[in-house]
């Protein structure tokens, strides 16, 4: 029996399918997140071998029956990540083609068929783009700690960490979104925060901050909603670099897709971001794509076993 693989490696989680040349989803699979950038080469490389296998003897596969893998993953950034990322899935000795790539990448391939740009925002951001000519860019996705993965969940936190030192100040008073912090810390005080700042140094912002700065903000608080609008702005504002290296601000009409868990998950921001987007592009279509990005990656792997991606290579980039 024929099949194809389809994986979202997120910063968070890694998320597989296993789908049949009739698009019957035969297995799925969430693990730990497999980016060689958070958990290391040699622990990621473990992971991506255990999981691949789990998935494929889930439904009593045969590794000479894949068709094709395409990979979307957080942390295929440059070449280099590129060649790491292949020399795991290589190693799986599945004698098929093999892609990998960014995961903005298949999302933009999935919202736009490979003309327009797309935004991720989830655990950090970036966004990507292709226009007609086949030229790609990408843009942002710089780490959090120099404010980079603009509008993403780490920013968010950082920068409601950033309006707590403010408040432990007394340059701001209290609010619903202090309050949420408070509780979250059980008693805020400077020496917690600058214990949590100095933990930046090792391990990732928790990203239950940013939740509670998007439920501050759906009870209106202003300084939650400032922090959102600022975040999807400064995102917006990568995406711009995108929309003028490829010419589409001359467009008559082009696709702006968007995806991630602080979309998705945030109402407030994702009409916040559309808003603005179109106030600046009145020739841009912003939308979601449909089914998850392991989704999109199968759906990419059927399109190139159907011929109808020759230019699947040019997705299939390092910076």
């Known amino acids: 029996m024929r099949y194809v693989i389809g994986v979202d490696g997120g910063a968070t989680k890694c998320l597989l399918k296993a789908k049949d040349s009739s698009g019957n989803l035969l297995a799925s699979l969430s693990g730990k997140t497999t980016n060689h950038l958070l958990v290391g080469v040699t622990e990621a490389g473990r992971r991506i071998t255990r999981q691949m296998n789990d998935l494929i003897a889930s439904f009593n596969g045969k590794k000479g029956d894949c068709a094709c893998v395409v990979v979307g993953a957080a942390g295929i950034d440059s070449s280099k990540d590129k060649m790491i990322a292949y020399s795991f899935y290589n190693s799986l000795q599945l004698n098929c083609p093999i892609f990998c790539m960014n995961d903005g990448n298949v999302a933009l391939y999935s919202t736009t068929k490979g003309v327009g740009i797309q935004a991720i925002s989830g655990t950090g951001s970036i966004v990507v783009g292709r226009n007609a000519k086949g030229e790609?860019?990408?843009?942002g996705g710089y780490p959090s700690i120099i404010y980079g993965n603009e509008g993403s969940g780490?920013?968010?936190?950082?920068y409601a960490l950033n309006y707590?030192?403010?408040?432990?100040?007394?340059?701001?008073?209290?609010?619903?979104?202090?309050?949420?912090?408070?509780?979250y810390f059980n008693g805020l005080n400077v020496t917690k925060l600058i214990d949590c700042a100095v933990a930046l140094r090792r391990r990732p912002v928790d990203?239950?901050?940013?939740?509670?700065?998007?439920?501050?903000?759906?009870?209106?608080?202003a300084a939650a909603i400032n922090i959102q609008q600022r975040g999807a702005r400064e995102l917006i504002d990568v995406a711009e670099t995108c929309v003028r290296k490829l010419g589409f601000a001359q467009d008559e009409a082009f696709l702006s897709g968007v995806w991630g868990s602080v979309f998705s998950n945030n109402e407030l921001f994702f009409d916040y971001y559309k808003e603005e987007f179109i106030r600046r592009y009145p020739n841009s279509k912003v939308i979601f794509p449909t089914g998850d990005a392991a989704d999109g990656a199968i759906q990419l792997a059927y399109d190139f076993l159907d011929g109808k991606t020759d230019f699947i290579e040019s997705l299939d980039i390092g910076a």
């Open 136 to 139: 790609t860019t990408r843009s």
């Open 207 to 221: 990203s239950k901050l940013a939740m509670l700065v998007y439920e501050a903000a759906k009870e209106g608080d």
């Open 164 to 183: 707590v030192s403010k408040y432990l100040d007394g340059s701001v008073g209290t609010s619903i979104l202090i309050e949420k912090i408070d509780d």
């Open 154 to 158: 780490q920013w968010i936190a950082h």
